[in-house]
Each structure stands twice: as C-alpha cells, then as structure tokens.
C-alpha cells in the first residue's frame, strides 16, 4: 500500500498523488499517512479498491486512529488492527471487518447497516446506540468474539437487544445503561463487573439474574444494580464484594451470609433496606464491614458495636443514637453524620489514639481532644474546631477545608507534632483565612495552599508540588516566599517580585542575595510521580547574580536517592562565594552507607565564582572539586552519639538530667537527638536505649576556609553549630 500524505488527497493517480506527497513532506514535513479504501468484489472474494471511501483521506485503519464522523461507506477493513480507534458517529456503512481486532474501539453512535462482523474480535469496544443504526445480532454473533464466548468489557449503553442471546458469555465487566434487556438469554452468563444500572426498568428480571452463571457460582463481585426495583430478590450467600445497590429497591430483599465488603448501599433506607438485612450479611457476623458505603441512610439506633468500618463510608448518613462502641474507624468517612462526642470517643480507634483517614468534616467538634493522635489523612473540613486540643497530633496529609472560618487558629496549628516537627506535608488549607500565619521552614509538598496568604510566612519553606491556584486563593502576592522552594508547585506567581531567593515551579532563582536574607536551603526535588501530571526532577538555575557574605549560609540537606538539586548558573552573572557551606543528610538516611558517594552540587559552566565557602558538616568530605566540578565526595561517615543530649561524648546519669530539665521543650531542643517531635518519651527511650555508649573521639575538628582544601586530600569539616531550632 502506498502512503500519502494529507495534501494529496485530490490527486487523479498514483504518481501524482506520490509526487505530491513528497513535496507535501519537503515543505511541510507533514507526516505520511495511508487513506481508508473501499472494497470490490472480483469474483473471488473482496479486495481493496482503489476508491477512497468518502471520509478516508488522510487516515489509515490503525490502532488508536481518530476516525470521528467519518464517512467510510463500504470501507475495506479485512484484518485491520484497529484496537483502540475512536469512531464514534461514523459511517460503517456496507464497511467489511472480517478478522478485524476492535479491541476497545469505540464505534459508539455509529452506522453499521449491511456491515460486515465475520471473526472480528470485539472485546472492550464501545457499542453503544448502534442497534437502531443497523447492528443487528447476527453481527455480533458472527464475531470472533461471540464465537468464543467471550464479550467482556463491550458497552451495550443505549442499545435494544430484545431476546438477543447471550448464554455462557463472558459479560464480565460490560455496560448496559438504559438498554432494552426484555428476554434476553443469560443463562450460564458470567456477570462479575457488569453495570446494569435501572436495568429492571428495561426489561431485566429476577429470572434472568438467577440464571446466570455467576448468581449460580455465588459471585456477583462488582455487579452494578443501581437504581434497579429488587423487591423480595434473594442474594443469600452471595459475594457482593464490590457490588453496587446505589438507590435500589431492596424491599425484602434477603441478605443472609451474603459477603458485602466494599458494596456500595447509598441510600436505600428509603426504599426497603433494613438494619436486620444488614446484620444478617456474613460480613457483618464476621464483624467487618470494611469498605461499605452507607451514605445518605438513616441509621439511626443501627448497632455497629466492634465493627471493623476500616474505609466504611457513611457520609450524610443519620447516626443518632447508633452504637459504635468498639468499632474501627480507620479511613472511614463520618462527614455530616452528627456524631456526638460520646460516639467517637467511644471507637476503638479512637481509644487507640489513632484516627489516620478518618473524615470527620461538618461534624461539631468544638473542645475534642485530639491530643497525641494520628490523624495522617484525617479530614476535618467544615467541622466546627473551636477549641479543639491538636497538641502534639501528626496531621500530615489532613484536609482542613475552611478550618479557620470554624474556629481553627494558628496556635492550633502550631501545637501539633506535624508543624513542631516541620513536615505539614500533603495538609490542605483550601479556602482558609491564613493571613500572618508562621509557615516559615515548613515541609509543604504537595499542600493545597489556595488560601488568603496575606503577610503569610512561607519563608524557607519546601513548597514542591504544592497547590496555589485552586478557588479560594487570594493575596499570593502579599505572601513571604523568601529562599523558599516552589519547585513543581502549581501557582500563577511573578516570582521575580514573590521572594529573594525564591526557587521557582521551573527550578529558575531570580538572583541569589544572602547579603541579607542570610539563609537558603536547598533540598532534593525528585519530581511528582502523579500518573495525571507527572514531572521529572527539577534542578536549580539561578539568574541574575549570585551574592553572599561572612554571616549567609547554604545549606544542603543531601538524601539517599539520585540528587536532583544540582544548582547551575546563567552565563557570565557575576558568583561572589563567601559565608557558610552546610552539608548535612536528613534524618532518614543511613550515612554509613552513603560513604565513597559523590554529590554534584554546583555546575559552575560558563561563570567564574570569586571567593570561597567555610564548609561545616559532621562527617568528611574530599572537597578537591568543589570549585572546579562542583562535586564533593563522601568520605567518611559517623553517626551521632544519640542520647548524648549534654555533648560530652558519653551516654550517663547527667544527660537524663539534660533530658528532664528540657521535657516539652519544641522538637530540636536537644542536641544527638535523632526524633522529630517535642522533648518526652522518645528521647528518654533513646537515652535508656544508648546509656553507657561513648563518642570513639571527642576530638574537636577545627574549621578552615575551603580555599585551603583546593587540591588537596579527603578533607575533614567542622561540624555545624545549632543556629536554629525549630518552633
């Protein structure tokens, strides 16, 4: 077949056609594609012609193709591989897809009159509303498809399929909105997945369903019966696992040993379902409702007592009165529920102090205690806060959706575990009031910051992949961005006028001056691995001059993964290197292990630094190539003395009473402390677990200026004095 490009299209014959492709292709660079022929027939079967069929120009019968209203009357596709093509409203008029693979096609609102489906395979495609456009069953019995009984994943939305056969098919999955089922054959019929959404009000009923192979297996996972009339239907013993019953009918509806995690049962206390249903299901006898959504059911009085509601989801659901002693409330949804303060307290999970996932927004939890709780992913918007107690609470990833309009204030904030140990990450402050709010150092990646940031303190604080331009942001401009990070971040900022030392979304830095803004921190970006939105590691470039002096420090906060940070320089800006070089891991590394690893720090191509660092770390550093490469190597590493909190290079009676003296104290208040929260119970552990270790050499390293470590030998640095401690 010869291939021509779009320009060709009203050529008379092969050579012009292919002369003027190659000069559509000289001039454009247009990119060559084949048409779409119709077939004849010579006597010996139907070959491709060589007339286009009417909207074949410029396409060709290939996987994922955009065939979107084409006219394909008598369209040649014996064979064609057009898995994944999207022709919906086009003619298949007379088309031939003999041995054609459809596979997840979608031919939806198409004209198949007099076309051809002989050993085409169909599986996943979409056909939709093509019953009234000439499909007919002996089309889709003539398929590949059908002939090996397997249909799965087709959607059959719209159609009219009146006593059409579908006996021992594979129907798992498929989709059948408001489609005409009146006598359809399903016996022996695999449905597991399958959407028969108000099918009972086209045509489906009882006997159909109990003829299928999967109600006779006792596996109907993930079937969809929403909206459907179920009265006096029999679901005994059946696996529900994932099953959706939104809006049905369930009037006498028999539950009894029927397996429902997961199972969607949104609002259907108006229509027939009962507590007794309910308790009769083998997963409520096994104490597990895991998963189940009861949304919008009055529930009231409902015993949920030791119930394991891990992911259960009773949003707007009425819980008077009902009994959730005992229960588990992991990643359950309580929004809107009116839960009292006796309820919650009286779960299991909150007993055990642990309430990650759970959504307890629009609920009244004025004067709760929450204090020391895991509340990792909690949510909490539109719930009332006044006087909530969230001291030393972990709240990374909680959503606080308008928190400060319903009593939530920064000192709120302030005492939580989360914001003492500097990692609010994941936490979102959509449509809050933060204006003058201290975020300063703060670890926000990925945080929903669309808030009013008016005088907001954002400085060195790590923004990557943060959100700033959802409703609700106002004043991003009145906001303090100096030295933070924003790499990755969603904002419509200048960043030129945001911040000194602010690294941008694009990881550009309008000008280095820590003349006077004398700190900046610079940590890994290893991109954000959102499947809807990914970004790749970001290094940093920096623009328009780079200054410091005696009194600034960098400091570079080195991890266990590929360093992504490396900080680049515009061509010929003028680099003035002076102050402090900090080289410091974080918490979580193992630094033994990082030993020999070299670390490319600055890329100093096209500019000419003046100047050099005082470079403090506590552990050994070959420093030869700082100026040169801009790479520094690991050589040596020694772990902290942990629990030596009064520095002497021993564990003994006299740090326990450095200890004592500094209970409650904010988190790095103690030096060789390895934990992240307030001084208390941690750091006595980690005493008590260290206590009679010594320091293999109190001897003090003594700092010299880098210039002297140009050229020469591993080096070893000083170490770093605490200048900050964090709040």
Request: charged share 15%; glycine share 12%.
């Amino acid at each position: 077949m010869l291939l021509y490009s779009r320009d060709a299209l009203d050529s008379r014959d092969a050579l012009g056609r292919l002369s003027k492709a190659l000069v559509g292709v000289l001039l454009t660079a247009a990119p060559l594609r084949a048409h779409i022929y119709q077939w004849e027939d010579t006597g010996d079967g139907r070959v491709q012609s060589t007339t286009l069929t009417p909207g074949g120009g410029g396409v060709d019968a290939v996987p994922g193709e955009y065939l979107y209203r084409r006219d394909l009357t008598k369209a040649y596709l014996i064979g064609a591989d057009l898995t994944g093509a999207y022709a919906y409203q086009a003619n298949f008029t007379d088309a031939d897809f003999t041995n054609a693979n459809l596979t997840s096609a979608t031919l939806s609102w198409t004209t198949l009159t007099g076309a051809t489906f002989t050993d085409a395979v169909v599986r996943g495609a979409g056909l939709n509303n093509i019953t009234s456009r000439g499909f007919g069953a002996a089309q889709l019995y003539s398929t590949a498809s059908y002939q090996a009984g397997d249909l799965s994943g087709i959607l059959f939305d719209g159609n009219n399929l009146t006593g059409w056969d579908f006996s021992s098919q594979d129907l798992s999955r498929t989709r059948y909105y408001g489609t005409i089922l009146a006598g359809v054959d399903f016996t022996g019929a695999t449905i597991t997945g399958a959407i028969l959404q108000d099918a009972t009000s086209n045509g489906f009923t009882v006997a159909q369903f109990y003829s299928t192979a999967s109600y006779q297996n006792l596996n109907l996972r993930e079937v969809w019966l929403n909206y459907s009339d179920l009265t006096g239907w029999n679901f005994a013993g059946q696996d529900l696992t994932g099953a959706s019953l939104q809006i049905a009918t369930l009037l006498d509806a028999d539950f009894t040993g029927a397996i429902i995690d997961n199972a969607s049962f949104y609002s259907v206390t108006n229509s027939g379902f009962t507590a007794a249903q309910l308790y009769s299901t083998a997963s409520y006898q096994a104490g597990g409702l895991r998963g189940v959504n009861l949304e919008f059911n009055d529930m009231s009085g409902w015993n949920f007592a030791g119930i394991d509601l891990t992911g259960a989801n009773f949003n707007g659901a009425d819980l008077a009165g009902s009994d959730l002693t005992g229960a588990i409330i992991n990643d359950a949804s309580l929004g809107d529920t009116a839960l009292s303060e006796t309820q919650l307290y009286s779960t299991a999970s909150y007993q055990a102090g642990d309430l990650s996932g759970t959504n307890l927004g629009e609920n009244y939890l004025s004067d709760v205690s929450f204090a020391g709780f895991n509340l990792e992913r909690a949510g909490f918007g539109g719930a009332n806060l006044e006087g909530t107690d969230f001291t030393g609470a972990n709240i990374r990833g909680a959503n606080f959706y308008a928190a400060t309009f319903n009593g939530f204030t920064p000192q709120q904030l302030y005492s939580t575990a989360s914001y003492q140990e500097g990692d609010l990450s994941g936490v979102s402050f959509l449509i809050n009031d933060l204006a003058g709010w201290d975020f300063e150092e703060q670890n926000l990646q990925h945080a929903e910051l669309s808030a009013d940031l008016t005088g907001t303190n954002l400085r060195h604080a790590y923004l990557v992949n943060a959100v700033f331009d959802s409703s609700g942001i106002t004043n991003i401009g009145l906001a303090i961005f100096h030295g933070a990070d924003a790499r990755g971040a969603r904002m419509y900022l200048d960043d030129t006028s945001a911040g000194v030392n602010l690294i941008g979304p694009q990881g550009v830095v309008h000008g280095i001056d820590l003349t006077t803004e004398e700190l900046w921190i610079v940590r890994d970006y290893d991109g954000d691995s959102d499947m809807y939105n990914p970004i790749a590691p970001i290094a940093i470039h920096v623009e328009d001059g780079f200054s410091t002096n005696d009194d600034s420090t960098i400091e570079v906060r080195l991890e266990a993964d590929a360093w992504d940070s490396t900080i680049s320089f515009e061509p010929g800006i003028a680099v003035t290197l002076d102050g402090t070089l900090e080289l410091s891991f974080t918490p979580d590394v193992d630094v033994t292990g990082q030993v020999g690893r070299s670390f490319a720090l600055f890329d100093w191509t096209g500019v000419a630094p003046t100047g050099a660092f005082n470079v403090v770390s506590e552990h050994e550093w070959d420093l030869s190539s700082l100026y040169t490469t801009g790479v520094v190597t690991l050589t040596s590493a020694e772990q902290p003395l942990y629990g030596d909190y009064n520095g002497d290079g021993a564990v003994d009676a006299a740090d326990y009473t450095v200890w004592r003296d500094n209970v409650d104290a904010p988190a790095g208040s103690l030096p060789n402390d390895p934990g992240s929260g307030p001084i208390g119970a941690a750091q006595y552990e980690t005493w008590r677990d260290n206590y009679g270790r010594t320091s293999p050499s109190d001897a003090a390293v003594v700092p010299e200026p880098a210039t002297a470590f140009i050229g020469l030998a591993p080096v070893i640095c000083a170490a770093p004095s605490r200048r900050r401690q964090r709040r």
